[in-house]
């Protein structure tokens, strides 16, 4: 299987190299999605193995055009934050596998042996998610995630605006009913939240 990995980390992507090679061959790394679709213009893969926090346009706006462009292509998410609430949206975008990165390279070689065999995968953390659902008020729609995402990038209403072709007014609405369904009220509140729900990683103090 002839892998593309898009992936921000260079040790993650030492990693996969020798958790999966000489077993499947990886082509090409892309540092950020928008250098992968870049060269998916001009070569082809079986898999793509995406993280889904990483600069540029994000893993979710990757997934989009990815499946739809390349809808031929599978597409694995290893990633420290699939079992957030956008997993069930993934899933029903056809993603083959969703591997959570805490459970380490050897459960991405797993999820490769039941891709193979044309069955989809997801690690424990991911699977426990999905059968227990998200935790009140976690149901966030798709764009509200996408808001709660870019502004855990610091990323501020007119820029996100900008990013997403949207008004700023439409920001501040999605805003509010994504921090309504959290149950908090200030940008603090929910990076503590996505700290503790594993979206993002606390910055160690020095």
Same mark, same amino acid.
């Given at each position: ?10 040790? !993650? ?24 679709? &870049? ?26 055009? $990815? ?7 599978? $597409?694995?998410?290893?990633?420290? /934050? ?13 993603? &083959?596998? $969703? ?8 459960? !991405?070689?797993?999820?490769?042996? /039941?891709? @193979? ?24 729609? @798709?764009? @509200?995630?996408?808001? !709660? ?13 900008? /990013? ?26 929910? !990076? ?8 993002? @990683? ?5």
């Amino acid at each position: 299987m002839n892998c593309l990995i898009i992936e921000d980390h260079p040790i !993650v992507v030492d990693g996969l190299r020798l958790a999966l090679e000489p077993a499947h061959q990886i082509l090409h790394h892309a540092a950020t999605a928008e250098d992968g679709l &870049v060269w998916l213009r001009t070569h082809s893969v079986d898999l793509i193995i995406l993280d889904m926090m990483m600069p540029g346009m994000g893993g979710q706006e990757a997934v989009r055009r $990815l499946r739809r462009h390349y809808p031929q292509i599978q $597409l694995l998410i290893f990633s420290a /934050h699939c079992a957030s609430p956008i997993c069930g949206w993934l899933l029903e975008q056809g993603v &083959v596998g $969703l591997v959570d990165k805490n459970a380490g390279l050897n459960e !991405v070689r797993q999820a490769l042996q /039941h891709i @193979e065999r044309g069955q989809r995968y997801l690690s424990q953390a991911v699977a426990q998610s999905q059968v227990l659902g998200n935790p009140a008020g976690e149901g966030l729609t @798709e764009r @509200e995630f996408q808001i !709660v995402q870019l502004l855990l990038r610091g990323l501020k209403p007119q820029a996100i605006a900008d /990013h997403l072709f949207i008004s700023p007014k439409t920001v501040s609405t999605y805003r509010q009913r994504a921090m309504a369904r959290l149950g908090i009220d200030s940008d603090v509140a929910l !990076v503590q939240l996505a700290i503790s729900r594993g979206w993002i @990683e606390a910055v160690p103090t020095h």
